[in-house]
């Protein structure tokens, strides 16, 4: 089984429709990350989270919202999804040793918004 | 972070070694260097890290060099598997903070 999952692995919505994209690991890590992707570029930060309690923005979280429901789940929200929205989307968790940290990546979750 | 600069494509020949380069000229003496690879729109995968000295596991090995201005990750004999784009990324997590930035990367594409 693979230790980071996500769900749905496609999604097609409308301009306007709230969607949640969750993520789940068994890695036992409290940190996790939400990433999107463009074509062609790298990755952007949304939102991270060091612990359940510890929510933070990253370079691009206007129109998202995450939710940290246990150690193990992390979900995006897209309160009402704008086609601009429309890209690959990646949850992380890390292992974190004191000064150094090893991402590990779900499979992805291809939104497109029309 | 410090900035990272990659050449934004390499090719190799199957079975050869892959040496791919990365700058990072103004590197702080605590900020390690990692490497990340994504093929094809998967979910990107850790390779390697190191601070100072050079590395190696069952992937790859990486060169720092002496200075820390700049690395080299090596595929020791590249498989077609190995196409994919490749992240340097020169980071430091404390306690309370996170950094690692995803840059464009270099697509390496490995050639029969």
């Known amino acids: 089984d693979a230790d980071v999952t996500q769900t749905p692995r496609n999604r097609i919505t409308k301009t306007g429709k709230r969607i949640m994209l969750e993520c789940s690991q068994t890695k036992g890590h409290d940190r996790m990350y939400w990433y999107r992707q463009d074509p062609g570029l790298g990755l952007r930060l949304i939102y991270y989270s060091f612990d359940v309690k510890d929510i933070n923005k990253g370079e691009i979280s206007d129109g998202y919202s995450v939710s940290r429901q246990a150690q193990a789940k992390f979900s995006l929200s897209l309160e009402s999804a704008i086609p601009n929205q429309t890209a690959l989307y990646f949850c992380?968790?890390?292992?974190?040793?004191?000064?150094?940290?090893?991402?590990?990546f779900g499979p992805g979750t291809r939104l497109l918004v029309l | 972070d410090a900035k990272t600069t990659q050449p934004p494509s390499m090719d190799c020949a199957e079975g050869r070694a892959a040496n791919l380069p990365c700058n990072h000229s103004t590197i702080s003496g605590n900020e390690y260097v990692y490497w990340y690879r994504q093929i094809h729109s998967q979910g990107p995968q850790y390779i390697i890290h190191g601070l100072k000295n050079n590395e190696t596991n069952e992937m790859a090995s990486l060169i720092i060099t002496e200075d820390r201005k700049s690395s080299t990750l090596i595929l020791p004999h590249a498989t077609l598997r190995d196409t994919a784009v490749y992240y340097c990324i020169a980071s430091y997590s404390g306690a309370g903070s996170y950094q690692l930035t995803f840059g464009k990367g270099t697509k390496l594409s490995v050639i029969p």
């Open positions: 992380a968790t890390s292992e974190y040793t004191g000064s150094q940290e090893t991402q590990y």
